[in-house]
T-cell receptor
Framework: GAVVSQHPSWVICKSGTSVKIECRSL??????MFWYRQFPKQSLMLMAT?????????EQGVEKDKFLINHASLTLSTLTVTSAHPEDSSFYIC??????????FGQGTRLTVV | SQKIEQNSEALNIQEGKTATLTCNYT??????LQWYRQDPGRGPVFLLL?????KEKRKERLKVTFDTTLKQSLFHITASQPADSATYLC???????????FGAGTRLFVKA
């Protein structure tokens, strides 16, 4: 199967700082990338969808100025959590889709804001 | 509203038996359905994709059925092993403006 690499796998940051999470498709070109947030024992909540070279489409209730998404190339998308607060602590996961229907996920990033 | 349901209770089975997990949906018109495995603290791993015009799909010990009349998919793991213990997620991918939605997952425990 296709490989999607997400980095870092975990990060602890101070309240008020920004954190950048990277998502790379290693062996295919990802025309579309998705960013999710997952709370314990709950389903994945889609935050935004991004297509290479265009602005991300955010889901209702997701602040685009707080969660900055950049999809500058066909193999890389980044999510930046700006001015992070403890309530932003969560598990963030990206997925990528190329020319096939299947979406492949990264390993996830555990963000803890203290 | 669109809804996807998986059995929230954990499924406990004995090694060697067949595990059957259920995914039901309402108010959704799926083009296809995907099953994923998720281990604690990790991202989901793609297992199988089945399209709306397919009744059944197999991959090694895995089998998925898709009944668009019942609005249900069943996921089977035959000859289950302790290493199959994980949370299994189903996800619907729609057409006509329907976005991908995920179920909350069913936790499977396979006892040796």
């Amino acid at each position: 199967g296709a490989v999607v690499s997400q980095h870092p796998s975990w990060v602890i940051c101070k309240s008020g700082t920004s954190v950048k999470i990277e998502c790379r498709s290693l062996d295919f070109q990802a025309t579309t990338m998705f960013w999710y947030r997952q709370f314990p024992k709950q389903s994945l909540m889609l935050m935004a969808t991004s297509n290479e070279g265009s602005k991300a489409t955010y889901e209702q209730g997701v602040e685009k100025d707080k969660f900055l998404i950049n999809h500058a190339s066909l193999t890389l998308s980044t999510l930046t959590v700006t001015s992070a607060h403890p309530e932003d602590s969560s598990f963030y996961i990206c997925s990528a889709r190329g020319d096939r229907d299947e979406a492949f996920f990264g390993q996830g990033t555990r963000l803890t804001v203290v | 509203s669109q809804k996807i349901e998986q059995n929230s209770e954990a499924l406990n089975i004995q090694e060697g038996k067949t595990a059957t997990l259920t995914c039901n949906y309402t108010n959704y018109s799926p083009a296809y359905l995907q099953w994923y495995r998720q281990d604690p603290g990790r991202g989901p791993v793609f297992l199988l994709l089945i399209r709306e015009n397919e009744k059944e799909k197999r991959k090694e010990r895995l089998k998925v059925t898709f009944d668009t009349t019942l609005k249900q998919s069943l996921f089977h793991i035959t000859a289950s092993q302790p290493a199959d213990s994980a949370t299994y997620l189903c996800a619907l991918e729609g057409t006509g403006g329907f976005k991908t939605i995920f179920g909350a997952g069913t936790r499977l425990f396979v006892k040796a």
